[in-house]
């Protein structure tokens, strides 16, 4: 794990890493289409499958790791301490992002429900109180996004790119 910010760096050829990447979470794809966002239990299935200390994330957690040195991963800003990239528009039906941040990033409604694996980056951070791992919001769910005691990297899924980024619901 890194403790320096990712930062961005010019444009560099295609990487083997990202094609790796993609790789890696293309064979993860029959797991997250099997999941329902909308129930309780979804981190739990997804942990059951994929665990969190487990090779096949500790494999994306190389490849990102390497993505951010070649400046491919994290390549935009979004405030002082939130960079982010896109790494694909539609992986099986996912649009897939990666963010690092430490602090608050956007608000966001996920209409489709949206699958986080959060990466423990620097210090002891949690995301919304959970531990690294994984974190799953329901479809309709609202948020902004908010680390504490350090930095993650996140690797979110969403059901077909399906996010409307906005203030709270008023109640």
Known sequence: ???????????????PARAALEAELT???????ALDPARPEAAATLER?????????????ALCTQGIAEGWLTPKAGGPKVRFGRLSKDLGGFAVD??????????????RGEINLCLDWA???????????????APGSHHVPTV???????????????VVWDPPPVR
């Open 123 to 137: 210090g002891t951070p949690r995301f919304h109180e959970h531990p690294p791992g994984w974190v799953v919001f």
């Open 1 to 15: 794990m890194s403790t320096s910010t990712p930062a961005s760096k010019d444009p560099a050829p295609p990487s």
């Open 27 to 33: 064979a993860w794809l029959p797991t997250l289409r």
């Open 148 to 162: 504490t005691g350090g930095e993650m990297l996140f690797v979110y899924f969403t059901p077909g790119g399906a």
């Open 98 to 111: 990666v963010v690092w941040m430490e602090g608050q990033g956007l608000g966001h409604t996920h209409t």
């Open 49 to 61: 499958a994929l665990p969190f200390r487990g090779p096949a994330v500790e494999r994306v957690r």
